[in-house]
C-alpha cells in the first residue's frame, strides 16, 4: 500500500522540536512546515504520533489537494474526491476517499484560509461540503448528515495560496488535553509548550526537576512523564481514529505495548509556589497525572527556595502582566538566582510579558520563539555554569 500523507500540527514556533519528535518515532518523509510536520506512514504511525507526540496538536491525514481559485473550484474539486473521480487536479492521497465518505458516515468540515482570494472560511467550508454531498450522490445516490457536535469524520479544509487540502483529523480532542488538569489555576502553560521546554532543555532525565514558581505543575508533569517514558495520551480514552476504517484494536493495542526509553525512572518532582492556591491546583493535578508520590510542594517565594542537591532541570514560567518598570528587576532577580543557586543545572525559562526575558541577564545557549496562545513567549534554554 503506498504510505499515508500525514500532518502534525503544532503551536507556532515547536515545528523544529516536533520535527525531533518525529524522528526518534522513525517517521519518513519529514517536513517542517508551518505550524506543522509532514510526514508519510502507515495507519500504525498514525496511531503511535498520536500516543507518542508530546509538542503536536494534532495529527491529520491528507486526502487529497487541487488549485483552488474560487469557490467552484473548492467545490468541484471536493466533489471529484468524493465522487471517486480522478482528474488530472486533484492529487490524491493513499486514502479511498470515495469510500471513506460513505454516505452513513456523519462529518463536519472546518476550513482556515491564507493568502487566498477565498479568504471567508465559512464560506469555504459550505463550498466544499457542497462539492462533497454532490460527488456522494454522483457515486452513492446519497449523501451524509453534517453533525457539529459528534460527527464521524472531523475534516479540515486548508487553503492556501490558493491550494486547497482536505485533511482528515484522527486525534478528536487536540493532544493536549492530556487529561490531568484536575484544576486550572490562573495562566496554565499549555501542556505541549510545557513539554516542548523539557525536550529543548537538552535535559537528560536525570537528577532532580525543580520549578520555583510550579502553578498548577503543568512544567513538573511533563518533565516527569518525559522521564518516565510515560506517553503524553496514557490518560486519554478516546481518539478520533477509532470510528475510522482500517482502525484495528489489536494493532493499537500493540502500539500501546512498544517500549518508550525511560531516562529517568526515578524522577523526583520540587515544586515551589508563593500562592496557596497555585499549590492545591499542582496537588490536584500531580495526583491525576500520578505523580504526588514523586513530588515534593513548598510554598514561598522563589528566591528563598532551596533546591535539592543536583545536577537535574530547573524549569521557570514566570508571572507575566507586570509593569515594565518592575518586570526588569524581577527579571534580573531571577538571572541571579539561577546562576548562584543552580550551577550545573539545565535550565529552561518559558518567557512572556513585554520583557519576554531581555533582561534576564544571563546568555540563553538558545531562544526559541513561540506564541503561547495569543501571546508572544521565549522558550530560554541554559546550560547554567
Ligand atoms: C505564569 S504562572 C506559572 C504557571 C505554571 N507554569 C502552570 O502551568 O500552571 C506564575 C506563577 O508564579 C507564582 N509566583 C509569582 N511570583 C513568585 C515568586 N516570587 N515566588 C514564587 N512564586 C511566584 C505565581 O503564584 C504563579 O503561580
Not at 491528507?62 to 480522478?86: I, Q
Not at 478528536?172 to 501542556?191: C, F, H, I, Q, S
Not at 518592575?326 to 539545565?346: E, I, N, P, S
Request: aromatic fraction near 6%.
Amino acid at each position: 500500500m503506498r504510505a499515508i500523507g500525514l500532518i502534525a500540527t503544532c503551536v507556532l514556533g515547536l515545528e523544529e522540536i516536533l520535527e525531533g519528535e518525529l524522528r526518534a518515532l522513525e517517521a519518513q518523509d519529514v517536513e517542517r512546515q508551518r505550524g506543522a510536520v509532514a510526514f508519510t506512514g502507515t495507519w500504525e504511525d498514525c496511531w503511535r504520533a498520536n500516543w507518542r507526540l508530546r509538542t503536536a496538536n494534532r495529527v491529520l491525514v491528507e486526502l487529497g489537494t487541487w488549485e483552488a481559485p474560487d469557490g467552484p473550484a473548492l467545490a468541484a474539486g471536493a466533489r471529484a474526491l468524493a465522487g471517486g473521480r480522478s482528474p488530472a487536479r486533484v492529487r490524491r492521497g493513499a486514502i479511498d476517499v470515495a469510500s471513506l465518505l460513505h454516505p452513513d458516515r456523519s462529518f463536519v468540515i472546518q476550513a482556515t484560509s491564507t493568502a487566498s482570494v477565498v479568504r471567508d472560511t465559512r464560506w469555504a467550508a459550505l463550498s466544499v461540503k457542497d462539492g462533497l454531498v454532490d460527488g456522494q450522490r454522483d457515486r452513492w445516490d446519497r449523501r451524509s448528515d453534517v453533525d457539529r457536535e459528534d460527527p464521524d469524520l472531523h475534516l479540515r479544509l486548508r487553503l492556501l495560496r490558493d491550494r486547497a487540502t482536505l485533511l482528515l483529523d484522527t486525534s478528536g480532542e487536540p493532544l493536549d488535553r492530556r487529561g490531568y488538569r484536575a484544576v486550572t489555576t490562573a495562566a496554565p502553560v499549555r501542556e505541549q509548550l510545557a513539554a516542548a521546554c523539557v525536550l529543548a532543555s537538552g535535559w537528560d532525565g536525570r537528577g532532580p526537576v525543580v520549578d520555583p514558581m510550579c502553578g498548577s505543575g503543568t512544567l513538573l508533569v511533563e518533565a516527569a512523564w518525559f522521564a518516565l517514558g510515560w506517553p503524553p495520551g496514557r490518560l486519554r480514552r478516546h481518539w478520533a481514529f477509532e470510528r475510522l476504517p482500517g482502525y484495528d484494536p489489536a494493532a493499537f493495542t500493540a502500539v500501546l505495548q512498544e517500549p518508550i526509553p525511560t531516562p529517568g525512572p526515578n524522577v523526583r518532582l520540587h515544586g515551589n509556589d508563593e500562592s496557596a492556591e497555585a499549590l492545591r491546583g499542582a496537588r490536584a493535578n500531580l495526583e491525576q497525572a500520578n505523580l504526588l508520590d514523586r513530588a515534593t510542594l513548598t510554598r514561598g517565594g522563589a528566591a528563598a527556595f532551596e533546591p535539592p542537591p543536583g545536577p537535574g532541570l530547573v524549569l521557570v514560567n514566570p508571572p507575566h502582566g507586570e509593569r515594565l518598570g518592575t518586570d526588569a528587576v524581577r527579571w534580573r532577580a531571577l538571572g541571579d538566582l539561577l546562576k548562584q543557586r543552580y550551577k550545573g543545572w539545565k535550565a529552561a525559562v518559558l518567557a512572556g510579558g513585554e520583557d519576554r526575558g531581555k533582561h534576564i541577564g544571563l546568555r540563553p545557549r538558545r531562544r526559541i520563539p513561540v506564541m503561547n496562545g495569543p501571546l508572544e513567549g521565549r522558550i530560554l534554554l541554559f546550560d547554567l555554569y
